[in-house]
Nanobody, 125 residues
C-alpha cells in the first residue's frame, strides 16, 4: 500500500524558510511524479510544485516561482520542498501527492492518485 507522509511544517515569520519533506512508502512504477499542493482556510486546494521521475521535470505555480524549490532523493523515496522568502499568504495546509502513468504532470489534482495527510505551514507577519 502506498503511503505518503509529510513533515517539516511549522510556524515561521515572514521572510523565513521551511523545508517540507514527503516520504513515500513505495513506488510501484518508475514513471511517477510527486506534487505539492496547499489549501488555505476558505480557499480551494491549489497546485504548488511537482517533480517527475526520470528527467526530473519540474513545475511551479507562478505564486511561488523564485522562492520555492522542489527536489528529490530517490535513495530515500523522499521529495523536498524548500520554501524561502515565505509570505503570510503562503499559510496553508500543504499536501504531497503521488501520480503514475500520466503524459505530463502539473498542478492539477487529477494528475495524482495518492495523497498524504498534510502538514500545516503558518507564516506570521
Amino acid at each position: 500500500e502506498v503511503q505518503l507522509v509529510e513533515s517539516g511544517g511549522g510556524l515561521v515569520q515572514a521572510g523565513g524558510s521551511l523545508r517540507l519533506s514527503c516520504a513515500a512508502s513505495v513506488f510501484t512504477s518508475d514513471d511517477y511524479a510527486i506534487g505539492w499542493f496547499r489549501q488555505a482556510p476558505g480557499k480551494e486546494r491549489e497546485g504548488v510544485s511537482c517533480i517527475s521521475s526520470g528527467h526530473g521535470n519540474t513545475y511551479y505555480a507562478d505564486s511561488v516561482k523564485g522562492r520555492f524549490t522542489i527536489s528529490s532523493d530517490n535513495a530515500k523515496n523522499t521529495v523536498y520542498l524548500q520554501m524561502n522568502s515565505l509570505k503570510p499568504e503562503d499559510t496553508a495546509v500543504y499536501y504531497c501527492a503521488l501520480g503514475y502513468g500520466r503524459n505530463s504532470y502539473g498542478g492539477a489534482e487529477s494528475d495524482y492518485d495518492y495523497w498524504g495527510q498534510g502538514t500545516q505551514v503558518t507564516v506570521s507577519s
